[in-house]
């Protein structure tokens, strides 16, 4: 006959294993907090880029819009001494930049080129007028006229009559004293100005 073995504790008394991918609790509490530290980084670089976006666009916003106020003070216009014949060409720079290469254009639909008057710098803040004398009845007011310059930084401008400037890519053929020149071939006088209200 067998006497039974008494059965071992050694199990019974073992402590559990802890289940498979569990963490004890100061790990879970540094996770937690690595996570929530790295969401706050996140957000503030968000932010940052969010500021820096703002700033860089309301800097362009403000340099396009003080670049279109300069080009809108730059003008011109003729006088009449009747509602058919031109007596002055008035051109004006009411800006505090210069503007170059000034071409009062005159061509048909075409874009012909018929006559122009080859102005070139005019001074910041100025005016500067031509006396048409008998040559205001040779004036083709009856085409297409627009003034073309060049700003500071390099852009072109186009100008109608007494109208909104507007960028353009185009550039019209600048040659002083050339035969398209009508202020050189009729030897119109010329008179400059400085202007009181500017800017």
Not at 91 to 112: C, G, L, M, T, W
């Amino acid at each position: 006959m067998q006497i039974p073995r008494p059965r071992s504790n050694a199990r019974r008394n073992k402590e559990p294993d802890p289940p498979v991918g569990s963490s004890s609790k100061p790990e879970r509490s540094y996770s937690l907090v690595n996570t929530i530290s790295t969401a706050g980084a996140t957000l503030m670089a968000l932010a940052a880029l969010a500021l820096s976006l703002i700033t860089y666009y309301d800097q362009r916003s403000g340099e396009q819009e003080s670049t279109l106020k300069d080009a809108a003070h730059v003008n011109w216009y003729f006088l009449y001494t009747n509602s058919q014949t031109p007596s002055q060409l008035v051109v004006e720079n009411r800006s505090f930049q210069p503007a170059y290469a000034a071409v009062v254009n005159i061509e048909d639909s075409n874009e012909k080129n018929l006559q122009n008057f080859q102005i070139g710098t005019l001074t910041p803040c100025s005016r500067v007028t031509f006396e048409l004398g008998k040559h205001g009845k040779d004036v083709r007011i009856d085409q297409k006229i627009e003034m073309f310059y060049r700003d500071p930084v390099g852009r072109e401008w186009r100008v109608g009559y007494l109208g909104i400037p507007v960028e353009t890519s185009r550039k019209v053929y600048f040659a002083p004293e050339s035969s398209r020149d009508v202020i050189f071939q009729w030897g119109l006088e010329e008179g400059w100005k400085d202007l009181d209200a500017c800017g």
